[in-house]
């Protein structure tokens, strides 16, 4: 899909169509997030490196749930 970059302010923008958009499950005002692969970018409505810490803190809730339920006390 071609995309055009167009002026917006003193900054440049994309405009993504709404079909993209609904494609994506993404509204005015969502973030996406841009990571960078050799062979260009890609853009995704949800932070890889945050799903990896999600990953972390899941599996050390699992882990340490007894010690988690003292804290809590």
């Given at each position: 899909m071609k995309l055009?970059?167009?002026?917006v302010g003193n900054s440049a923008g994309i405009v993504l169509?709404?079909?993209?958009m609904a494609r994506l499950r993404l509204e005015k005002g969502d973030a996406?997030?841009?990571t960078e692969l050799?062979?260009?970018i890609k853009l995704s409505?949800?932070?890889?490196?945050l799903?990896?810490?999600m990953d972390v803190a899941e599996k050390v809730m699992r882990e340490d749930r007894?010690?988690?339920?003292?804290l809590a006390e």
């Open positions: 055009k970059i167009t002026t169509p709404k079909e993209l996406l997030y841009a050799p062979d260009g409505p949800f932070d890889p490196e799903a990896d810490q007894n010690v988690l339920r003292k």
